[in-house]
């Protein structure tokens, strides 16, 4: 019997050091500590032996039981810590690895570009002025000089909506809402906006895009003051010290108008690839508020004098970045348009 118990014993102990995971423990201490287990099944049979060996072998018995109800709390302890241990290493996680980058967007590089101009004509005093996309012809063509079958409406293909309204075609409406709003003030503001034109789409030309228009009034208003405003926008657009040439045109409404070009900002005026050869680049059509127009807003013309001029900031942007294509700029592509990605 005491042999039966002491093999019993070490087997058990045997087996244990084999129970690799918390079923086979479980089931090394059903087989052996459970209440029907070989150990419980012994212990019936101890009132089998003479009387004298039984408090000795109970004794033992219970020895033996207790040292293997150690042994697998010991087990059941370190196999636990185990796998706690696994479970840390597979949850690990890398604090010191860069987080996943944000991608917070950015501003249209028109936006952009308007922002910088809207802010380097508001450093020199001017305000910003909003008017109508949807215009009406009287604004967008007769108060700017232009009658019904004036030949010059024609350098404005047109959108209209109905007979009496269209989708502007430049900016230059917003100077008579400036003048009508304002007179007999003087005026210093500049109109950012959209405008729309119905034209063919090439690599210079949008059907719809925006302008940025300026008008001065006042009085004593000069051609000499609108070269100075535009050589020192350039020069704070553009950097370097600017030069500006100013080119006889034609505008219905300003007497006299010029184109108004700057010496090329790749070559200073050489030739090259951004001005094609010319050495200047136009970066504005602009010229003296005609009398008419003066009066249209307002103000008389024997009192008062204003100049205005009307720029395309797509065009700037085009020479500042080196852009090739106006078309780049409206057609959501954004592997272009992620490339300009400096703040407003
Ligand atoms: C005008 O629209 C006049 N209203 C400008 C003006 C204002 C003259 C005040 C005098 C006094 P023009 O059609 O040239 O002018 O357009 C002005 C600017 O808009 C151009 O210099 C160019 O930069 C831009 N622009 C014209 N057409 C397009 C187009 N299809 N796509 C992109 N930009 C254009």
């Given at each position: ?8 014993g ?48 109970g ?40 987080g ?60 209209y ?10 900016t ?53 003051q ?22 006889g ?74 852009i090739d294509?106006?078309?780049?700029f ?15």
């Amino acid at each position: 019997m005491e042999q039966k118990i002491r093999s019993l014993g070490e087997r058990a102990h045997a087996e244990l050091g084999a129970a690799v995971d918390a079923g086979a423990l479980e089931a090394w201490r059903v087989e052996h500590l459970g209440r029907k287990g070989a150990l419980a099944a012994l212990m019936t049979q101890l009132g089998a032996v003479p009387k004298e060996d039984r408090p000795r072998l109970g004794a033992l018995a219970n020895d033996i039981k207790s040292g293997l109800q150690a042994s697998f709390d010991r087990r059941l302890a370190a196999l636990e810590t185990e796998r706690r241990r696994a479970a840390e290493a597979a949850e690990r996680v890398d604090v010191t690895l860069p987080g996943a980058p944000p991608n917070p967007g950015r501003l249209h590089l028109t936006t952009q570009t308007l922002r910088r101009i809207c802010r380097i004509f508001h450093g020199m005093g001017f305000e910003i002025f909003e008017s109508p996309e949807v215009e009406s012809d009287q604004y967008n063509f007769e108060l700017l000089n232009m009658p019904q079958h004036h030949p010059a409406r024609d350098m404005w293909d047109t959108f209209y909506v109905n007979e009496t309204t269209l989708l502007r075609t430049h900016t230059s409406p917003g100077q008579i809402h400036a003048m009508k709003g304002r007179a007999p003030e003087p005026i210093r503001v500049v109109l950012p906006g959209r405008v729309f034109r119905y034209e063919a789409v090439s690599a210079r030309s949008e059907f719809m895009f925006y302008q940025v228009e300026g008008i001065v009034v006042g009085r004593n208003v000069t051609m000499a003051q609108l070269k100075g405003l535009l050589e020192s926008f350039a020069s704070q657009m553009y950097g370097g010290k600017r030069r500006l040439r100013l080119r006889g045109s034609y505008f219905p409404f300003t007497e006299p108008s010029v184109e108004v070009d700057m010496d090329c900002i790749l070559c200073g005026g050489k030739g090259c690839r951004i001005c094609k050869g010319a050495g200047w680049l136009e970066i504005a059509g602009a010229g003296m508020i005609h009398p008419t127009v003066l009066e249209n807003g307002g103000y008389d013309p024997a009192e008062f004098s204003g100049f205005a001029f009307g720029m395309g900031p797509e065009r700037i942007a085009m020479q500042v970045h080196g852009i090739d294509d106006i078309r780049y700029f409206y057609s959501n592509d954004l592997r272009f348009l992620a490339q300009f990605s400096a703040g407003a």
